[in-house]
């Protein structure tokens, strides 16, 4: 009956084939899950804000203070502890240029037109409008004019204020004047400005609060005004503002009701409405500029820098200037207001922080303490309240460091939290290795004798001893305290490391990759716009540990080697006159059994890291050919080179050149085979029984090129260099592609992610390399003595966009590998190499063996994020490394947030899962080892007798 296709039973034979076909692509390529207990035991996630340039301070009983940051992201943090209550990650392009509160809203303005108000409660987002429908083109914006003293340029932009009377935002937009309605959102009215010649680049308020004025200046270079009312939108009449000419970087808002003006050291206050003159006075000093005084406030309140002072002026109801404080030299100033009462605070940068009120008197003052490595404050953010009368005043100050760190402070020098947001901004980062406990360094240093170096082969056996007996009075009596360890030291599987990152603004730092915590800082000086990257030299095995950071600027090069396990500095910073055009570790160790880094400028000049002569020794003595090769993004420039010693010197002989024009084809990204990484399978079975070798290149460099985009799209091209010759073994090309182009690269393989604009869709190119002749491997691998490989490549749809792809490493190379995909979405998947095969069959019969047929739409199960849960906000990199567990691969995505976790893509084989009962298993092999010895000795009982008989 159920051969008919009529049969009743047919329905329950098509589920049980689905359910076969299921069982066999999980028995085949595997799913990861995790019970809810086991989140967060072997991972951890940081999330952070990024640079703060907005703050608004919530009183009891909210107590909140929130934060927004020029590249898009809004927050709210516990005004007690800095931790985050909620958080908006908007899109990057939507910079933050303005942001207030109302009443229990907050409320941004975007660079891309948005006007946004948030619940400062929740973070739900109340009401959202889009202006930029309304104007040809996208804003650009300034900062918010209340309070605020930012230089502004000469054309359209986009400024905001609010009218306390009227409830209502007025928004500038390339020439016209919205008015919406701070409830609700609805837009009241809309107003061209009248004046055809004239750019208007400012709006201010009219004393009466009836009205906004908007500032410009015409084709003659002399400032305009024009009003228009706020209940209404009624334009009035377009006035000439003051007298003269404007500088364009000269001039700045002066709260909402003043322009200021500063040329050489005059400083001019121009009212925006009403009959008062124009008032001008001279400061001291040379250099004046207006200062950016941070805080939302009613108040008209200036502030000037110059080469030897900052002070700050209150402008009066009508129109006198009164200088109110005085500070150093590049100090930072903020102002708050409470209960009416207006307030201005000077942070100089070695932390000094005085609080005046508007007739100058000092309120409040203190000194801001942190860590020297944070550098000097860049920023300041103030919230004033009332003690217990009602005339004195406390008051809290938020400051922002120069390498982007916050910390808050109740005054005078009370420190209540802070953040290192300079983790938001990492540029590179890798593993180094911890050493294990007990061990001493110097016990194992060259010129120790074989006594000294056994006595300290005791001592740690000893400690580890020690170790072992804590950890298992630890394991048997629950409320005995594990030893506190404060230096982190190698676990027993080799899982605990440190993290070593590289941020933008010079943070050089260490995180233990346990739980993310800051083990040590530095400030890397001067190291403002240099590309970075880090490589570790030397690991901590019986020796301290080297790594090494390169920055590479347009015009110069600095290379720092520094101890990743504490980051002091091993030997002074290297430094070249020229840009590096190759740089790399190469195969070879000196006498102090470190690594050596070679790097080559564009002068041909060569440079060793360390720069000791067991370098040039370890050079000379090299039994292989040691070649470097480079990939200039900037110039599109390839080179190759080969390192030999010559008259007691290394020198670089250029084997090969290749030349990116940029405009014609700009290179978008490099990927090479990692050094350390080891291959355990040569080759793929067929079906037939025989093998399909694969192409291992250890010198195989991926660049992916862009041509100049044409009617939104571009051309993409993929090659693939052997370093060694500078011949490109293959290249791929890809039309109507959109960019960013991401790449990773592992033994014989090749992946990138790119959207296909036509298709309206992003794909994953995939490259794999396969031997095409006859292959010896005792010979090992040569670029001059090998046939030309056999290319395989196909394409694959992906659910997102990705901004970062990553590939796994194993001690070994034995456990499959997985492709890491960060998504747009937040997530962090890994998925077996095995789905993403270029060899993976389109059609039936196929000799490959052990791969799913072919199907253009990768999964996007759950279960395949490594982050389950929680999202990752804009990954920028992904960091592997492996573990002392053949199976475990530990993985580090760096971007707004942080994440470390671990991934097992043959899952554990090599260790005991969580719930293996240890004690049931030593208690039997008690009873199996008791039950042994009792039948032995009554075997031998036995025996005896039997002899007696």
Known sequence: RCLNMASPCHGGVRRMALLLACLATVSVFGVDGMFEEQAGAADWRVELVGRVQHTVFFPAPLRRTAVATADGVVASLDAASGDIAWRQVLRASDSIVAMFAHQQEIIVLTESGHLQSWDAVDGFLSWDVSLVAAVSEPPVSSQLPSGLAKPLQAKDQAT????????????????TVFAIDAETGAVAWETALQASDAEFFHLGMSQDLGSVVAVGANAAGSLVAQSVGLKDGAAGQVQPLGTGKVAAAGCGAAGPYHLACVKGSQLTVLPLSGGAEPQTITVDGTNAALVDVTGPTHSSTLAVATDAQTTVHNIGAKGQVKQIAKGEARSSVCAAAVEGVSFVALASPSGKVSVHDMDGSEVESGQVSYPEHDGAVARCFLRVFQKGSASAYGATVVVRATNDALHAFKLPSTHRWSRNEQLAYIQTAHFADLPPRHVDFDAYAEGGTAVSHFLARLSDHAGQLKDLLLQAEYTLVPSAEPEQIET????????RKLVVVFAASGALMGLDSVDGRVVWQRHVPNSHGATAKLFSLRSATKTTPLSALLLRFEDRTVALLFNPLDGSEEAPAAELGAAVSAAGLLPIENAAGSHVLALVDSTDRVVLLPETDGSVQAVEAANQPLVLFGVDSSSGVASG?????????????????????????????????????????????????????????????????????????????????????????????????????????????????????????????????????????????????????????????????????????????????????ATATGGLLALNKQMVNARRPVSQPSTAVGLQPYHPMLPTDDRLRLNYNQTLERVMGIATAPSGLESTSLVFAYGRDLFF?????????????????????????????????????????????????
């Open 160 to 175: 905001l204020v609010l009218s306390t009377s009227e409830d209502k935002l007025a928004v500038l937009l390339n020439g």
């Open 488 to 495: 982190p030291t190698r676990d027993e599987f080799n899982k």
């Open 641 to 821: 080179y080969q390192l030999a010693v010559v008259a007691g010197k290394v020198a670089a002989e250029r084997l090969w050149r290749i030349v990116f024009s940029p405009s014609v084809e700009r290179v978008e990204a490099v990927s090479s085979v990692r050094g350390e990484a080891r291959i355990n399978s040569l080759g793929e079975p067929l079906s037939d029984g025989s093998v399909m070798f694969k192409y291992m290149n250890p010198h195989l460099i991926a660049v992916a090129t862009m041509s100049p985009y044409t009617k939104g799209s571009a051309t993409l091209k993929v090659y693939l260099i052997d370093a060694i010759k500078g011949a490109v073994v293959d290249k791929t090309v890809h039309e109507g592609v959109v960019g960013p182009v991401h790449l990773a690269q592992a033994e014989h393989w090749v992946a990138y992610h790119y959207r296909n604009r036509k298709q309206k869709r992003h794909e994953l190119g995939v490259i794999e390399l396969y031997e095409g002749g006859n292959k010896n491997f005792e010979e090992g691998f040569s670029s001059r003595n090998t046939a030309s490989p056999i290319v395989v490549r196909q394409s694959y749809i992906l659910p997102s966009s990705v901004s970062a792809l990553g590939v796994t490493i194993t001690e070994w190379g034995i456990t499959d590998k997985q492709l890491l995909f």
């Open 901 to 949: 976790s671990e991934t097992a893509p043959s899952k554990k084989f090599d260790v005991l899962n969580d719930e293996f009962n240890v004690y049931v298993l030593l208690l039997s092999l008690a009873a199996l080892g008791g039950v042994t010895t009792a039948l032995s000795a009554l075997t031998k009982k036995r025996a005896v007798e039997r002899l007696w008989k």
